[in-house]
């Protein structure tokens, strides 16, 4: 009878002093992911989860530095560009091999393209970037050919950056959105899939045959985690090593001083902007006068505390604040009412009959602001953008609509005054979708932004390959946004994360944060 006792207290001393939970793998990194990917074949993924995992399993021809941008060397060990930048040559390296230990070659590459074009294939958001490629072939074994109908400077990035699967692997007469290897990958990458464990968590582990430097970290394990609170208890616990942030949390609930001690807090931002967009076909917004003066009457920095606690930064254009392309030597348009009354009525509108209400040759200024319902952050913008124009003399009504009609409704059919959106971006973006004047009837250029010097900068960088002629190019078409405002551009958010201090050499680079650089701290 002692014994079976004495058995029971230790069994629950054991338990009660969390003894129970297996000892973790001090070299195995734990991240959050708060939802989970429907596959990680790169060629069909199109969620951001699947990108932040295929990071590490699978590499392309060419990658951008994480820090300057530039375009270097990964899977290719060099190309060739034609005279006439329509004809674009790789040569591969050799010896490089797939986690099974296959020889990666450029029938890979070719394999990879084809499926990429592919009528069957569900790959529409690549397949838009490649129309005008004519030709490709492997010349050999570790060289391939692309030949475009035109010239783009963009070529060689998006050719560089073609998604990579094994032809040996996918080529069986499997259908290839379906195939069994979607769930477990093979790359060339560092890390390879041990585990897939749909609804709990997907494991990555070191890939042994690797042919660069072998990261410090052996394992890392995305537990999926729906609720945010939730992983930010797991990661108090210690059950977590890396998640991504709320502001409140960041600002409220993070801010102990053990926590602190427990965590590193890194902030940096996000390759994002939100925005209001003027419909220029619009009464109200068709003079750019009209649009200055709303930009000079939204305090964007009191915005920008109440609903994100600061954790952001004014915008001003429409490249990542980051890049080259954007022109930091513009500053945003302060929060001055004074001057935004003075432009309305340079623009006509005034309060002539003395009711409180701006109006211009009989009519009201009175609109409606369109945004989508539940987006929290676009309610709270709405109503504090509706209370202050009233003291200008405007009047906001606000119309919301489900995401799937606010989008093929309102937007794609530019049935809206003005609309609350956002972008996310490229490193390296071509303005020519969203702002030419070519893309207002079918392009994304919703707000019908029209400007005859703002085309020929498009049209002129889509052919300028000298990066320095073509930034200034863009420097010179971000003047024209900002002294136009088809925006009013608002925020680029702010990436907030916390991560263990188990780890060291925990960069923030250009492109963001990497995991394979990361090293466990001796102790």
Known sequence: MKKILLLVFIVTLIASCGAMVPPRDPYTLYVHLQSEPDTLNPIIATDAYASEINEYIFETMVELHRDSLDLTPKLAKSWTISKNKRRFVFYLKKGILWSDGKEFTSDDVIYSFMRIMDKKVKSARLKGYYKDVKRYRAIDRYTVEFIYNKSYFLALQLLGDIPIVPKHIY?????????????????????????????????????????????????IVFSIIDEQHVALQKLKKGELDFIQLKSYQWKKQTQSKKFNMLFKKVKYPYRSYSYIGWNAKSIYFKDSRVRMAMTHMINRKEILEKLSYGLGRITTGNFYILSKSYNKNIKPWPYDPKKGRKLLAEAGWKDTDKDGILDKNGKKFIFTITIPSGSASAERLSTIIKEDFSKDGIEVHINKFEWSVFITNVVHKRAFEAVILGWSLGFTGDPHQVWHSSQIKKGSNYVSFSNREADIIIDSARQEFNEKKRIKLYHRFHEILHEEQPYTFMFTSSELVAVSRRFENVKVHTRGLFYDEWKVKKK
């Open 171 to 219: 080529d069986d007469g499997t259908d290839f959105n379906g195939h069994s290897y979607n769930r477990k990958p093979i790359g060339t990458g560092p890390y390879k899939i041990k585990e897939w464990k749909t609804g709990q968590r997907i494991v990555l582990t070191r890939n042994e045959i690797y042919r660069g430097k072998k990261p410090d970290i052996k394992n």
